[in-house]
């Protein structure tokens, strides 16, 4: 592989042609720079987690654990805190790649999975699950999938007018939420105290217990999805454009918006099936991704690095925080994401009163 350097005339500004073999694609220079930084900034956060906890291992026997040889502390490492581990990382990758790919078809920051329903509607299925007496991990990932499909294609058919309209997609997600949370309570009241208690640690997002029997389907379904995700990479640059350019260049906006929802929907289903609703880690990365790049578009691979990062760091601290007491997940990507939300709502008033002449 080499990098070939072009006039500034045949490539865009910030980017390097790069030959692979008898190919070739386009790097953005600052996109790359900040995935190796958040490449080791997650390896460090890695090494943390595995290394802090009720007893602390020391980093060198965490790498021996890693390399298989053997170690007095495999038990803890490889047993009790890689699996947990291993379930943050993917589901933080799914969660940042699935807001991201829906906030590009939404063209709207403040679209997730859990802002629009998505996540509602995995939740609101399992509890329905659980409160008929399914409890099995085995069985509840799934379920969560169909709920969160379901509750896409809702907003989705209600949203389309001739098209897919960012306000609308967004009001009508925020809509079928509120909902969908309604039934999911009321599911609860009607249930056994003890179901309704696990269910309601399951609705805050929670790695508590999740071992290899989550982590191994939840890597084989992403590795799966990959394919697509490699599509979805090249898609969200032609969607970026506005509908005029896109259809002039020969591109059919509603089959590719349709299969990057799609593929986003079926992300944070998988996600939420794994953890739960591990709220605003959808919105969040893909945000702070764009920001740090500074790319016309959302950057897939920086969106997935920075969900994996918030999931580990937030569940590293919600173990210890108040230790021995272990906090879910979610409540500390709550606690980050809801100030955020609130600054996004707020900030794109302004910006609308700015350019309405003022006016609310």
């Known amino acids: 592989m080499s990098t070939v350097r072009t006039s500034p005339s045949t490539r865009p500004a910030g980017y390097a042609l790069v030959r692979a073999g008898r190919g070739s694609f386009l790097l953005h220079r600052r996109a790359a720079v900040?995935?190796?930084?958040?490449?080791g900034l997650l390896a460090a956060a890695c090494v943390a987690y595995l290394c802090v906890g009720e007893s602390f291992v020391a980093p060198g026997e965490v790498v021996k654990?890693?390399?298989?040889?053997?170690?007095?502390?495999?038990?803890?490492?490889?047993d009790l805190r890689l699996p947990r581990?291993?379930?943050?990382?993917?589901?933080?990758?799914?969660?940042?790649?699935?807001?991201?790919?829906?906030?590009?078809?939404?063209?709207?920051?403040?679209?997730?999975?859990?802002?629009?329903?998505?996540?509602?509607?995995?939740?609101?299925?399992?509890?329905a699950a659980l409160t008929f007496g399914v409890t099995s991990y085995a069985v509840l990932p799934y379920l969560s999938v169909l709920g969160g499909l379901l509750a896409a294609a809702l907003v989705y058919?209600?949203?389309?007018?001739?098209?897919?309209?960012?306000?609308?997609?967004?009001l009508i997600g925020i809509g079928f939420a509120i909902a969908l949370r309604?039934?999911?309570?009321?599911?609860?009241?009607?249930?056994?105290?003890?179901?309704?208690?696990?269910?309601?640690?399951?609705?805050?997002?929670?790695?508590?217990?999740?071992?290899?029997?989550?982590?191994?389907?939840?890597g084989w379904v992403l590795l799966a999805l990959a394919p697509a995700v490699l599509w979805a990479a090249r898609a969200q640059r032609t969607v970026s454009l506005d509908d005029d350019t896109a259809t002039a260049l020969g591109v059919r906006l509603g089959p590719v918006r349709l299969g990057l929802v799609a593929l986003g929907v079926v992300l944070a289903s998988v996600a939420t099936g794994a953890a739960g609703p591990v709220d605003f880690v959808a919105l969040l990365a893909p945000q702070i991704a764009r920001r740090m790049t500074r790319t016309a578009q959302i950057p897939l691979l920086c969106s997935a690095l920075t969900g994996a990062v918030i999931v580990v760091l937030a569940d590293l601290l919600a173990r210890r925080l108040?230790?021995?007491?272990?906090?879910?997940?979610?409540?500390?990507?709550?606690?980050?994401?809801?100030?955020?939300?609130?600054?996004?709502?707020?900030?794109?008033?302004?910006?609308?009163?700015?350019?309405?002449?003022?006016?609310?």
């Open 65 to 78: 654990v890693l390399l298989g040889q053997p170690s007095p502390d495999e038990l803890v490492v490889a």
């Open 85 to 127: 581990l291993t379930v943050g990382l993917l589901v933080g990758i799914a969660f940042g790649i699935a807001g991201a790919l829906i906030q590009t078809v939404a063209r709207n920051p403040l679209a997730s999975p859990d802002i629009i329903g998505i996540s509602q509607g995995a939740g609101a299925v399992t509890v």
């Open 182 to 218: 309604s039934v999911t309570t009321l599911l609860m009241t009607k249930g056994d105290y003890l179901v309704a208690q696990q269910a309601q640690i399951w609705m805050t997002g929670s790695l508590n217990g999740r071992g290899w029997d989550i982590a191994a389907p939840l």
């Open 34 to 39: 900040v995935a190796l930084c958040l490449v």
């Open 322 to 360: 108040l230790s021995p007491t272990e906090l879910p997940v979610g409540v500390l990507t709550a606690a980050v994401g809801a100030p955020y939300l609130i600054w996004l709502i707020v900030r794109s008033r302004g910006v609308r009163s700015v350019r309405g002449g003022g006016k609310a």
């Open 157 to 170: 058919v209600f949203a389309w007018r001739g098209g897919l309209h960012a306000g609308r997609f967004v």
